[in-house]
């Protein structure tokens, strides 16, 4: 049965689901960029190393899972985001965006760019450039993203527009999975099952109202 209720929505979001939410992004986006590493129709074998090349986050959800990427600080990555349900420094969320964002954006770039192609070469246009419509600055004073509509900048905790950019990133999963299933390559077909339902299972509402989730 389709939940009657968003769990992220603008105007109401708990701790701990917000968290969740995050460990779900993280781990879903490794597990898209592993599962292209093993997919033998696709050339490149490092997607997943790239694209942990851009995080620096601890992230422990709610049931006590963990997913750990740490690298070294440098010019254009911050140091690393730490979160649990107990406490987070609101202050760094837009530092973990800007990282999401960053990771997004490559591994869609490297796919579009591999040399046995896609099916698509349009990943990154369809599920990046066209639905990550904010700007996002990091700590470093580096900024990425689309559009105009919103401009984040560290210290700044605006909880609309962070469900916003959180609704963009959970749509982007979503797009990329539906896409890879559908295409001849990547030849794997159950991207969406694996890495969308079965392990995004909150669902955010944007200020628009529109949905995305499970």
């Keep these: 049965m389709a939940k009657i209720c968003a769990d992220i929505k603008p105007n109401g979001l708990n701790q701990k689901d917000l968290v969740d939410l995050f460990y779900m992004i993280v781990t879903s986006m490794r597990g898209i ?13 490092d997607f ?11 992230i422990e959800d709610s049931k006590g899972n963990r997913v750990a990427v740490v690298n070294d ?8 985001v730490m979160m649990s349900p107990v406490g987070f420094d609101k202050a760094r969320v837009t530092d973990l965006l ?3 964002f960053n990771a997004w954006e490559t591994l869609c770039e490297q796919l579009d760019a591999d040399t046995n192609p896609p099916t698509s070469t349009d990943y990154e ?3 990046y450039t066209a639905l ?3 700007i996002v600055e990091n700590s470093r004073g580096n900024a990425l993203g689309n559009g105009a509509n919103f401009y984040h900048r560290t210290g700044a905790f605006h909880q609309d527009k962070i469900v916003d950019a959180l609704h963009f990133i959970v749509n982007g999963i979503e797009t990329f999975c539906e896409q890879a299933d559908t295409d001849a390559a ?22 628009a109202g529109s949905r995305v989730g499970n």
């Design 33 to 45: 960029a592993a599962k292209l590493d093993s997919d033998g129709s696709v050339t490149g074998t």
């Design 48 to 58: 997943n190393t790239n694209l942990d090349a851009c995080l620096n986050c601890i």
């Design 73 to 80: 600080e440098s010019s254009t990555l911050p140091p690393v």
């Design 98 to 100: 800007y990282m999401l």
């Design 125 to 127: 246009a369809d599920a």
């Design 132 to 134: 990550f419509t904010h």
């Design 186 to 207: 990547p030849a794997d077909s159950n991207y969406e099952a694996l890495w969308f339902t079965a392990n995004i299972t909150l669902t955010v509402e944007n200020s």
